[in-house]
């Protein structure tokens, strides 16, 4: 007739940390330029930034268990597309997921995700490519050569990722060099992992942290899905005025309502903000 | 070398759906007198909402999973409550168990709810007095001759439940002319049913539509947790505030600042437009 003894509350799991990282990315306010708290676009809204972070937990869930990391990624992006806005947090769980792999092989540092990352195989790549067919994401027309190969083609590209044998590190470092989520795949996560240790020596509840953390990174370099969204002037032109805003020459919030209205979206920095909430979460963040 | 097929985007689970309704309820704003996307009290604020959504996952899937409802909700408290901010969400995880095993089996309808109370045992409300001891609940002192009964008692009220062979549901029964949710357990779930089917009769976003079904479940009873922390007087003058707000003669918006201020926070009514998203997503409620 005795019940179980309750038990102490159970930690938080890796993967629980990963889907508490995306929700925290979407709450930080104000990160100008992207949907949080306080800002939405009229057809990319809050809620679908939750409905998605709900819908990944099982792709994350994968990576935590030990499933290969394309395949967790693109399961992730599977239940993250299931909302009305289509691609929310895409950038975030690309970076997220090696991360989480790490942690949960318990070496969550730039050795231990650069592991992972040397680790992918062929059919890594052929996940990731199958990942961009469950919603749009603004990509760049590939390099002269590449063009088997634009992501756009999604489980279309696959043969030609076969015969030339080419891993998920292979085809991050291809565009590493205008991608800033492809950069950490290739630079050990450096960005993310300091600007998770930037977030635990900050002060005061979270989300403010994660808004901080959002600003420094923009202001430190120009965002690059605003690069392909626009153009680089207009991301070189960004991390000025990030850097201005920083420096309290302007209101971040202007700043946040100004960029909403442009339409221009730092969507990288945002994706890295989230791989940084995830590290300092599992480095012991209390939310 | 063939990656496996992506397949379709995997439906949200049971489990994830009462997640998300968790989510959900929080986002919707204005909700006079309580934490949503626009409003904050100083030691309890959004994110530990989120965070609090995030911990109780594990304990919804065990309900969706089979495991006894009192033991699947002791679990979801004890993981709602690993935020510095204690009480989040309840009473909101307290009558969506019943309606997550209901729906798992099969049969979400008040029927199909009441037949899972039905067959609540005395084990069950042991885990249930056992959820008390992870956080603290604003609960009025119990009737004279119900001491040995009080919630706050914990666990040490456990051998009088099996010498009374009081299950969950008698517990409940016992309670529920003073508290909301109590009333739903022994009363088919009635209030969360209608306002689940309201929420999809509404139009445009689901956030929008739970403040508004918030709004129009306060000005139609008053929020048995106002009446606990205040007293019935205060309860009555918000419900009648509520539908001043509704009927346009205020400004929902005004109210809820004003509410937040006063202290008076109708936490039942979050409870139950939980439950109602919790339904309506079940249904097919697109977010």
Redesign the interface.
Known sequence: ????P???????GVA?NA??AL??EV?GTPKPGNVD??HDYDDL????F??G???A??GLKRAADGDRV??AF??AV??M????AGNTQFGALLVLTPLVRAAADGDLSPAGATAVVDETT??DA??FY??F??VDVAVDDPPEGLEPLDVRRG?DA?PTL?ARDLTLRDVMAESADVDGIAAEYVGGFERSFAAGARLRELDG???DRAARVFLELLADEPDTFVATQHDRKTAERTTERAAAALAGETDPATLADELVAEGVNPGTTADLTAAALFVALQEGL??
């Not at 007739?1 to 179980?4: K, L, R, T, V």
């Not at 309750?6 to 938080?12: A, F």
């Not at 809204?45 to 679908?48: A, K, N, S, V």
Request: hydrophobic letters at 35%; zero cysteines.
């Open positions: 007739m005795s019940a179980d309750p038990g102490p509350p159970p930690r938080r629980a889907q508490l929700l925290l709450t708290r306080h809204r809050f809620e679908h939750v409905a972070g709900v819908g937990f099982p394309g395949r693109e399961r599977a239940g597309s299931e909302q009305r062929v059919t052929a996940d199958r990942a067919e469950h489980a696959v076969e509840p979270v989300p209390d939310v």
